[in-house]
């Protein structure tokens, strides 16, 4: 198991997790304040809240093992679309263009 959290502990997965965490959240905000489609189910919210709570700072490592294990097509029952790879992607294309617009 040692070498299992020496392979896992590096800058590069951390970094992952980090922006995984800090930009879906921001777009899970944004979400529930604009609502329309993309905002999650109370009962969505209820499960992923339960995840959360019990597996910070490790919840971006389980998304992808309990993905595989209920099925993609389960994912609007806990999984709010904010964090999915399609919706992180696009949110960091955004920033990126602000930044860049901001500096340039």
Not at 57 to 65: A, E, Y
Not at 67 to 80: F, I, Q, T
Request: glycine fraction near 6%; hydrophobic fraction near 40%; proline fraction near 6%.
């Amino acid at each position: 198991s040692g070498d299992l959290v020496k392979s896992w502990a590096t800058p590069d997965n951390f970094r992952y997790g980090w922006e995984w965490t800090t930009v879906g959240f921001q777009t899970l905000a944004s979400d529930m304040a604009r609502g329309g489609r993309h905002k999650p189910s109370a009962q969505c919210l209820l499960w992923f809240s339960a995840l959360v709570t019990n597996t910070v700072p490790f919840t971006f490592l389980l998304v992808p093992l309990l993905r595989a294990a209920l099925g993609p097509e389960r994912d609007s029952l806990w999984l709010p679309t904010a964090f999915t790879s399609r919706r992180i992607a696009a949110a960091q294309r955004l920033q990126a263009r602000k930044r860049s617009a901001e500096s340039g």
